[in-house]
């Protein structure tokens, strides 16, 4: 099982960036992605169900951000828009096999990580 998340760095307050999770070797049921801001809890911010297309946006990142899937590549995409310094934070993607919305997957957390890509939103 493998996560890979690409696609951070150094935006400007209002800009855009656009995250990448190729993930491989297992059949996700939900797909996502989490953040940790230093000294703050990890927490889910998208999630996403590809068998069905629901989604799941926490609060601070509706409207904002868009979660995306490549069906034919296997790859979830997170389109930053109007990014703020609090969203400052290492991004995680992460899967489950589990059945389950995509809001009880992003609060509870998934079985399979990949390692993070660090976003800065700073002028």
């Known amino acids: 099982v493998q996560l890979q998340a690409s696609g951070g760095g150094l935006v400007q307050p209002g800009g855009s960036l656009r995250l990448s999770c190729a993930a491989s070797?297992?059949?996700?049921?939900?797909i996502g992605w989490f953040r940790q801001a230093p000294g703050k809890e990890r927490e889910g911010i998208s999630c996403?169900?590809?068998?069905?297309?629901?989604?799941y946006y926490e609060a601070s990142v509706k409207g904002r951000f868009t979660i995306s899937r490549d069906n034919f590549r296997n790859i979830v995409y997170l389109q930053m828009n109007s990014l703020k310094p609090e969203d400052t934070a290492v991004y995680y993607c992460?899967?489950?096999?589990?059945?389950?919305?995509?809001?009880?997957?992003?609060?509870?957390?998934?079985?399979?990580w990949g390692k993070g890509t660090l976003v800065t939103v700073s002028s």
């Open positions: 992460a899967g489950d096999t589990k059945e389950g919305s995509p809001k009880i997957r992003c609060v509870h957390g998934m079985d399979y």
């Open positions: 070797g297992f059949t996700p049921y939900t």
């Open positions: 996403f169900n590809p068998s069905d297309g629901s989604a």
